[in-house]
C-alpha cells in the first residue's frame, strides 16, 4: 500500500493565478479529508468527501476555494485566484469508515508558497 | 468544541530520558487519538484510547485518559533522537486537531 499520495510537493506561485493541489486516497477508503496547516493557525479542515460527495465544506475559506472527487481515487483542491495569506502545507488524508474510532491516514502534503 | 489541546507547546529532552505531553478537551469523548508529525511529513496515527479505557500501551508509549478531567497525557519512554516530532491530539470528531507539542529529543 503506497499510501495517500499528494502532487506536487512544493508549489510556488504568483498571488493571481490558479494553484491546482491533488491526492490520491489509499484504495478502498471511502473517507477523504483535505486540511490546511500554518504555524498561527494549526491544522483547520477545509472540506470532507464520503464516497466521493462532498459532505461538509464548511471550512473552505472563501469562494476561492473549491475541491472535487471526480472518482474514488482522485481529488483536487483548487484555488483561484490564488493569494500570499493562502501559503501554508495542505494535506490530504483518507480513512476506512468514519468515526473517532477510525484512523485517519494522512498524505505528506504540498507547501504552497504564494508570493 | 471538541478540539484538544496540547501542552506543553515545546518540550527538549535528552536521549534516553522519559517525555509526557498532555492533551486537555471541553466536552465528553468516545474516543481520543494520538498523532506524531514528523518535520516536513504527514501526520502518522499512533495509538487510540476508548472512553471507557484509563490506560494504553504500545511499545513505548503509553497513554492515559482521565475523563473525569478531561484529560489524556502521552509518555514516550526511553526516549530516541528518531522520537524529534510534533504530537497532536484529535478527539471524537477528527475535524479538529491542537497545534501540537513539539518534542526535541537531543542526542
Known amino acids: 500500500d503506497a499510501g495517500v499520495i499528494q502532487s506536487p510537493r512544493h508549489e510556488v506561485t504568483e498571488m493571481g493565478q490558479e494553484v491546482t493541489l491533488r491526492c490520491k486516497p489509499i484504495?478502498?477508503?471511502?473517507?477523504l479529508f483535505w486540511y490546511r496547516q500554518t504555524m498561527m493557525r494549526g491544522l483547520e479542515l477545509l472540506i470532507y468527501f464520503n464516497n466521493n460527495v462532498p459532505i461538509d465544506d464548511s471550512g473552505m475559506p472563501e469562494d476561492r476555494f473549491s475541491a472535487k472527487m471526480p472518482n474514488a481515487s482522485f481529488s483536487t483542491l483548487k484555488i483561484q485566484p490564488s493569494e500570499p495569506r493562502d501559503s501554508a502545507v495542505y494535506f490530504c488524508?483518507?480513512?476506512?469508515?468514519?468515526?473517532?474510532?477510525?484512523?485517519?491516514?494522512f498524505g505528506n502534503g504540498t507547501r504552497l508558497t504564494v508570493t | 468544541s471538541q478540539q484538544g489541546e496540547e501542552d506543553p507547546q515545546a518540550l527538549s529532552i535528552q536521549e534516553g530520558e522519559n517525555a509526557t505531553m498532555n492533551c486537555s478537551y471541553k466536552t465528553s469523548i468516545n474516543n481520543l487519538q494520538w498523532y506524531r508529525q514528523n518535520s516536513g511529513r504527514g501526520l502518522v496515527h499512533l495509538i487510540l484510547?476508548?472512553?471507557?479505557?484509563r490506560e494504553k500501551h504500545s511499545g513505548r508509549l503509553r497513554v492515559t485518559l482521565d475523563t473525569s478531567k478531561k484529560s489524556s497525557s502521552l509518555l514516550i519512554t526511553a526516549s530516541r533522537a528518531a522520537d524529534t516530532a510534533s504530537y497532536f491530539c484529535a478527539t471524537d470528531s477528527l475535524f479538529y486537531f491542537g497545534t501540537g507539542t513539539s518534542l526535541t529529543v537531543i542526542p
Open positions: 484510547i476508548r472512553s471507557n479505557e
Open positions: 484504495s478502498g477508503h471511502d473517507y
Open positions: 488524508a483518507s480513512s476506512l469508515g468514519f468515526g473517532s474510532n477510525t484512523p485517519l491516514h
